[in-house]
Nanobody
Framework: QVQLVESGGGLVQAGGSLRLSCAASGGTSSTYTMGWFRQAPGKEREFVAHIRWSGGYIYYTDYADSVRGRFTISRDGAKNTVLLQMNSLKPEDTAVYYC?????????????????WGQGTQVTVSS
């Protein structure tokens, strides 16, 4: 059983930055894809970014069009942690951000294919 715990959310002004962390425990694997999704009030949960790595090698990273160039996903392998650096934040980035794990070796952005989820962390960007 994989446990995911997010941290780092908060309130920031437009143009500011935040860094989210997702600590994974319970037995992750190099076949896992680790992703970030977000859900704004009244909207569907949507893909933000994902990453898959093994040791020092990153197989792939992908980003939603809405965040590409502003957000960066990375990992701290030693700590089994996935990071999401968010720069140039906009009010439309306001949402609950969720960390998720896809346990099969699939390069998917479909939330329904992800097997494990964290509890979420709130990000609020004021204008």
């Amino acid at each position: 059983q994989v446990q995911l715990v997010e941290s780092g959310g908060g309130l920031v002004q437009a143009g500011g930055s935040l860094r989210l962390s997702c600590a994974a425990s319970g037995g992750t694997s190099s076949t896992y894809t680790m992703g970030w999704f977000r859900q704004a009030p009244g909207k569907e949960r949507e893909f933000v970014a994902h990453i898959r790595w093994s040791g020092g090698y990153i197989y792939y990273t992908d980003y939603a069009d809405s965040v590409r160039g502003r957000f960066t996903i990375s990992r701290d392998g030693a700590k089994n942690t996935v990071l999401l650096q968010m720069n140039s934040l906009k009010p439309e980035d306001t949402a609950v951000y969720y960390c998720a794990a896809l346990t099969t070796a699939r390069r998917s952005i479909n939330k329904d294919e992800y097997d494990y989820w964290g509890q979420g962390t709130q990000v609020t960007v004021s204008s």
